[in-house]
């Protein structure tokens, strides 16, 4: 019985440690990238996925479709531009190496293409 309630605790602490929310304001955990724009899509969820040339990594901004662009725009906004990245290095159980970077700056030709509105920060 002991054994159950143990594995109990570590499937609700990897649950938990899985589901936390990305920390913005933790400068520690920046990621800083530029690149050229390979492709941008969206899997659901209002997200817009970003891959960058010569770099294995997704980047993520946040429910973006919900702002006032649509997936097109960001598109013909996007791909094959040089850009500016301020990411979160965030891991977890479905993230162990950080693969999945949520983006918290977008800039282009000095221009903040998208910010989540906690941040403070510059690039």
Not at 30 to 51: K, L, M
């Amino acid at each position: 019985m002991k054994t159950y309630y143990v594995l109990g605790f570590c499937m609700i602490m990897a649950a938990l440690y899985t589901l936390r929310p990305v920390d913005y304001q933790d400068d520690s955990l920046n990621v800083d990238v530029s690149g050229i724009v390979e492709r941008v899509h969206t899997p659901c969820c209002g997200d817009v996925n970003i891959s960058l040339s010569g770099d294995d990594r997704m980047f993520y901004l946040n429910r973006a479709l919900f702002q006032d662009k649509n997936i097109q725009e960001w598109k013909s906004d996007l791909e094959g531009e040089q850009i500016q990245l301020k990411g979160v290095a965030h891991s977890s159980i479905l993230n162990p190496r950080s693969q999945w970077v949520p983006v918290k700056l977008l800039v282009k030709d000095d221009e903040i293409m998208y910010s989540v509105n906690r941040v403070t920060t510059s690039l």
